[in-house]
């Protein structure tokens, strides 16, 4: 998607409308800041307010992933090179999410060793030794939890037993037993239980 292309239609259709930046930040409930960012290709609307500023100015989702006006007669190619590029988009995004994961694990793993090594090695009273290990416990809980998070939303799992694939809920992922990224867990579809392995795509 082409988003100094989409920032010039919005803001011709703003001021087509009579809108200042911050009468249509207003209606939108948002800070002008972040119009002025779509306007200058800095930035795209967020999925949750699109159809409200497409119905604002009186355009069509697809007219505004596309940055013109669609007619009829190319408007289903223009519809599936669209979806074809959020989809894309979407999968770049889920894959640079895991890469995330991968560093908050690994760091988590640092932050818990180092206090167990110096715990372990400083000549130190035995309560002193219980703070210091916990000093890395702690963050190393809250990294191993958000690096599950990530997991847990980006991607799909594909149940071995029917194929389906979906998004799990955070406490299904956290308590499964694991091997990497594969997870023994319930499919929601066909209520049995398998390895299910992390994909990016639906």
């Given at each position: 998607?082409?988003?100094?292309?989409?920032?010039?239609?919005?803001?011709?259709?703003?001021?087509?409308?009579?809108?200042?930046?911050?009468?249509?930040?207003?209606?939108?409930?948002?800070?002008?800041?972040?119009?002025?960012?779509?306007?200058?290709?800095?930035?795209?609307?967020?999925?949750?307010?699109?159809?409200?500023?497409?119905?604002?100015?009186g355009i069509t989702v697809n007219d505004l992933l596309c940055g013109e006006l669609v007619t009829m007669d190319n408007y289903n190619k223009?519809?599936?090179?669209?979806?074809?590029?959020?989809?894309?988009?979407?999968?770049?995004?889920?894959?640079?999410?895991?890469?995330?994961?991968?560093?908050?694990?690994?760091?988590?793993?640092?932050?818990?060793?180092?206090?167990?090594?110096?715990?372990?090695?400083?000549?130190?009273?035995?309560?002193?030794?219980?703070?210091?290990?916990?000093?890395?416990?702690?963050?190393?809980?809250?990294?191993?939890?958000?690096?599950?998070?990530?997991?847990?939303?980006?991607?799909?799992?594909?149940?071995?037993?029917?194929?389906?694939?979906?998004?799990?809920?955070?406490?299904?992922?956290?308590?499964?037993?694991?091997?990497?990224?594969?997870?023994y867990m319930r499919c929601p579809k066909c209520n049995k239980k398998s390895w299910q392995?992390?994909?990016?795509?639906?």
């Amino acid at each position: 998607m082409d988003q100094i292309k989409i920032g010039k239609f919005i803001a011709e259709k703003r001021k087509k409308h009579n809108l200042t930046q911050v009468q249509l930040a207003e209606k939108l409930n948002i800070t002008d800041r972040a119009v002025s960012k779509w306007e200058n290709g800095r930035a795209l609307p967020d999925s949750s307010i699109m159809l409200q500023l497409c119905d604002i100015l009186g355009i069509t989702v697809n007219d505004l992933l596309c940055g013109e006006l669609v007619t009829m007669d190319n408007y289903n190619k223009e519809l599936e090179k669209n979806l074809i590029e959020a989809i894309k988009q979407k999968q770049e995004g889920d894959k640079q999410l895991l890469k995330l994961e991968v560093v908050i694990g690994v760091l988590s793993i640092i932050v818990l060793f180092i206090p167990i090594l110096l715990g372990a090695l400083l000549p130190i009273e035995d309560w002193q030794r219980i703070i210091v290990v916990f000093s890395g416990l702690i963050p190393a809980i809250i990294g191993f939890c958000y690096a599950t998070k990530i997991e847990q939303t980006a991607g799909y799992y594909e149940c071995k037993v029917c194929g389906h694939r979906y998004v799990p809920t955070f406490k299904a992922v956290l308590n499964a037993a694991h091997m990497g990224r594969t997870r023994y867990m319930r499919c929601p579809k066909c209520n049995k239980k398998s390895w299910q392995k992390k994909v990016l795509t639906k």
